[in-house]
Nanobody, 122 residues
């Protein structure tokens, strides 16, 4: 079992930055690839970024490449999402999740956090 709790969301102006954090509990955390997804009202859940269990492979959605950076801290059992150059279209609820399957497909994820709201004003 893995429990995930996101934090760090909030309101920011366009062009600003936020850092999301996902705290994981459970002894098996380090065997999971970790991902971030987001969902805006009326839209499907969208893949944002993922990092392999080893930290050696990183994946990004096309809409965030070059602006967002994912990382993980094994000592703190935490996954971070640094978001720079934020745009109004980045506004969504952001979810952290854990998988041992295909990282870009939300259906393969076994565990999800409750989500954190990110709002980017123009």
């Amino acid at each position: 079992q893995v429990q995930l709790v996101e934090s760090g969301g909030g309101l920011v102006q366009a062009g600003g930055s936020l850092r999301l954090s996902c705290a994981a509990s459970g002894r098996t955390f380090n065997i999971y690839d970790m991902g971030w997804f987001r969902q805006a009202p009326g839209k499907e859940r969208e893949f944002v970024a993922a990092i392999s269990w080893s930290g050696g492979r990183l994946y990004y959605g096309d809409s965030v490449k070059g602006r967002f950076t994912i990382s993980r801290d094994y000592a703190k059992n935490t996954v971070l999402l640094q978001m720079n150059s934020l745009k109004p279209e980045d506004t969504a609820v952001y979810y952290c999740a854990a998988t041992r399957g295909v990282v870009t497909q939300y259906s393969t994820y076994d565990y999800w956090g409750q989500g954190t709201q990110v709002t980017v004003s123009s």
